[in-house]
């Protein structure tokens, strides 16, 4: 789509440094209604192979430029019907690549409330103003005296003069390209201040890293960005930005020698210098200094909180993509002291067979009849895996669940037991789902019922859950709700799809994650399923009330049916390419049977002999691969860890201590490890590997499994410092006490603080006040800018 002298697909095409056709027909299958997984995995000629992150950030950029685009078009017609647009506006308009160079040169245009300025300009004085600014030599009070009018409240000289001011105020703030070379500079040089408000030391205590806290503004990374901004909103911190730290007291900002140069003004002694000077002044601190201070803090916060999503997103497609630990009978264990632990038992398919609650804890203390209980469990339904929620109580119930395995060895060795994370079990409990799938259940047994299922499949299960609850993003209630939204949904999709979803047993809200299908479509399938009974094929999939011909095509593929009427549809052949399959089983003269799996067979077809109109080398590839491996699970190999028996409080931990543990989150500062204590430790990112990284998560994901070296211990704040190289040693000389980014409750909701990493080598003095001398300061920063 082209609408000015920039080209949409061009631009995306050169951001993701592909051909402009790819991104062209790309545009085309969306905007026809495709989905993104559908295109990734099934028009891979189309797009020339893009894959599902290229097509995210193509689907987010088009969005962008288009709204960009509008915008661009609301402006043009705005200026026309002034009749102010000329040429080089129009052109100027049309290059515009950014929402804020857009509204910069909008700004002159842009319908606005009565200002000064304008007021002084109904009075008459714009000709003073270009009347001073052509001759410098001039009489400034002479000539003002000739513009004083008292019916419009310029009934003296100083007041013409004031009114004069601020027209050109305005006039200079309303440049585009004078707040583009500010803008310029502010981006080097600007660095952001943090101080404490006064009398708020001990109730902000958790922000005491950002008490006096100085930072280049354009390179603060998230995590103390959003730190900081939590910091200003909860009323402990007051933010403000330096345009120049390096300024001693009492000299003028070098913006206004940018401003000064960019308006040609060599600016001497006379009294019209001297009073452009305060003009040049009063346009950087009164009309741009607040105005980019807010827009460049506007900035970090958007920036911060696009990379807080872009590390919630990937911990949850981690997460999600955890391996499953199979179709078996499960007991799930929701541990508690007080109000007993919750038990569920479900079968294979993660139907629920019965539940029971045991008081094996104080103060009941049922030791010995909750292991008698839990044992009969485990011989009535087979059960082969016991699921331990990580909460309250967990290490005492992970104690109880291996004296039950010891005790039943003999007729159930296979009996295995895992502690799994329980973040948002509690939420999918009390939603309305849960409630509509087990009415008449206690939410408490609910808990144990997701946690059995989460061991079993954790997609299947973590879907039913809201993203945002599952506790592995940084800073999640500060970001942008709705963008966080956006992006977590994208995730869940292409994780679902990229696994794919047994049409016969998949829940409704599993279903509603499949490409084409929606919440509405999902439980169509679900009560039709109901009604008669499991899939035979996928073509049956048009008989679901409002499953029509488009819906089917982009869901289709990503739905199995184990056991069909066709062996092809338990795999990621999409129906369409069904006569592919059949025309090179065909060739090779076997059944179509035969040729699913037969690994030989298929290593000997060339893809290139079977390339027709429809079906490019691409697709014929992938179909080659998935017959070899029909239906496969991308997710890896299921493990767990074990925690280290008598290491169950912060108490018990030593330095030197070598432990296993789960990785639950991962920064751009570290990772979050459970090792069993109810207390992540954190392995800084300087601790992950002996070579130097960028980023934590080219060395670990959510949901691995690792071995730690605890390096300190801080019982009384909860921190705990860990480091995966093992060999490292531990400084004796370091302090007890660890910055508050150094651990995480499993259950906090607030996400912690990290200590800055470097401090500028140069403390920044103190701006000058608003009444500081500027004369020759002022004339001094202009010989240098020129000099």
């Given amino acids: 789509m082209q609408t000015h002298a920039h080209n949409i697909a061009q631009i995306i095409a050169q951001e993701l440094n592909v051909r402009e056709q790819q991104v062209t ?23 020339g192979g893009l894959d599902d992150t290229q097509l995210r950030t193509l689907y987010t950029r088009l969005g962008y430029l288009r709204e960009l685009n509008d915008r661009r078009q609301v402006i043009l017609s705005s200026i026309q019907a002034q009749g102010k647009l000329t040429p080089e506006l129009q052109w100027a308009i ?80 309303e440049d585009a390209e004078l707040l583009r070379k500010v803008r310029e500079h502010l981006g080097q040089n600007s660095v952001l201040e943090s101080r404490l408000i006064a009398g708020k030391e001990k109730e902000g205590a958790k922000f005491r890293d950002y008490f006096e806290h100085t930072e280049q503004l354009a390179k603060i990374p998230s995590h103390r960005a959003l730190a900081m901004l939590r910091g200003r909103n909860e009323g402990f911190l007051s933010l ?51 105005q980019m201070e807010t827009e460049f803090i506007s900035q970090m916060r958007e920036r911060a909180e696009a990379e807080a999503i872009k590390v919630f997103a990937r911990n949850l497609g981690d997460l999600l993509m955890a391996a499953p630990a199979g179709a078996k009978a499960t007991m799930g264990l929701d541990p508690g002291l007080r109000t007993g632990v919750k038990v569920a038992v479900v079968d294979n398919t993660g139907k629920m067979l019965c539940h029971a609650t045991i008081f094996p804890h104080a103060p009941q203390n049922l030791w010995e009849k909750s292991i008698r209980t839990l044992a009969n469990l485990v011989k009535m339904h087979k059960v082969e895996l016991i699921a331990i929620g990580n909460g309250t ?59 059995a299922r989460r061991l079993q499949d954790p997609l299947a299960e973590l879907v039913k859950i809201e993203p945002k609850s599952i506790g592995v993003g940084q800073y999640q209630h500060d970001v942008s709700q709705s963008q966080l939204s956006g992006s977590l949904e994208a995730v869940v999709e292409d994780c679902v799809n990229g696994v794919g979803v047994d049409l016969n047993m998949a829940s409704a809200p599993l279903l509603s994650q499949v490409a084409g299908l929606n919440k509405t479509l999902a439980k169509n399938v679900v009560d039709y399923r109901d009604a008669n009974g499991q899939f035979k094929n996928r073509k049956e999939l048009l008989k679901v009330p409002r499953l029509g011909p488009k819906a089917y095509e982009q869901a289709a593929g990503f739905l199995r049916i184990s056991a069909g009427d066709n062996p092809l549809d338990a795999s990621s052949v999409h129906p369409e390419a069904y006569s592919l ?19 030989a067979l298929l290593r000997s077809i060339k893809a290139q002999d079977f390339i027709t109109p429809d ?58 490890v459970d090792i069993g204590v109810h207390q992540d430790g954190l392995v800084h990112i300087s601790s992950l590997t002996d070579k130097f990284i960028s980023d934590p998560h080219t060395v670990v994901k959510a949901g691995d499994v690792v071995k730690v070296k605890v390096m300190e211990v801080d019982v009384e704040r909860r921190r705990i410092s860990l480091s995966m190289r093992l060999d490292e040693a531990i400084d004796q000389t370091k302090s007890q006490s660890r910055p508050s980014s150094q651990s995480r409750s499993n259950n906090a909701k607030t996400p912690v603080l990290a200590k800055p990493i470097s401090r500028p080598a140069q403390k920044s003095a103190p701006k000058a006040s608003a009444n500081a001398a500027m004369g020759n300061a002022f004339a001094d920063a202009f010989a240098k800018l020129k000099k």
């Fill in 25 to 47: 027909a790309t545009i085309t299958l969306l905007d026809d209604g495709a989905t993104v997984p559908f295109v990734a995995r099934y028009r891979k000629e189309a797009t």
């Fill in 94 to 173: 049309d290059e515009a690549d950014s929402k804020t160079r857009l509204e910069d040169l909008y700004l002159p245009f842009k319908p606005k409330r009565r200002t000064k300025g304008q007021i002084a300009i109904e009075a008459g004085l714009e000709p003073l103003a270009d009347a001073l600014l052509a001759d410098r030599n001039a009489d400034i009070d002479a000539k003002a005296s000739e513009y004083i009018n008292s019916d419009a409240g310029f009934a003296d000289i100083k007041a013409v003069l004031e009114g004069t001011r601020y027209i050109l105020m305005e006039r200079y703030a």
């Fill in 240 to 290: 403000s930005m330096n345009a120049d730290p390096a300024a001693q007291v009492g000299q003028g900002s070098y913006c206004e020698v940018i401003i000064a140069d960019h308006l040609h003004l060599k600016l001497g002694d006379s009294g019209v210098d001297q009073w452009l000077k305060t003009v040049v002044t009063a346009t950087w601190r009164i009309k741009i200094a607040l």
């Fill in 393 to 451: 109580a967990s290490r005492e119930t992970d104690k109880l669940a291996a004296e039950l395995i010891a005790s039943v060895k003999d007729t159930h060795p296979q009996l295995t037991k895992v502690m799994v994370s329980e973040a948002g079990a509690s939420v999918y409990s009390a939603s309305e789902l849960a409630a509509l799938e087990f009415p008449d259940l206690d939410v408490s047994i609910r808990g144990a019922v997701s946690i």
């Fill in 581 to 599: 399959v059949e025309s090179i089983a065909k060739a090779k003269q076997v059944e179509l049977a035969s040729l699913i799996g037969n690994s």
């Fill in 615 to 672: 079906f490019g080398l691409p697709t014929v590839t992938d179909i080659l691969a998935e017959l070899d491996k029909p239906g496969r699970d991308p997710r890896g190999e299921f493990k767990t860890a074990t925690f280290k028996d008598g290491i169950e409080e912060l108490k018990h931990l030593k330095a030197e201590m070598v432990l296993e543990g789960v990785v639950t989150n991962v920064t751009n500062f570290g990772a979050f």
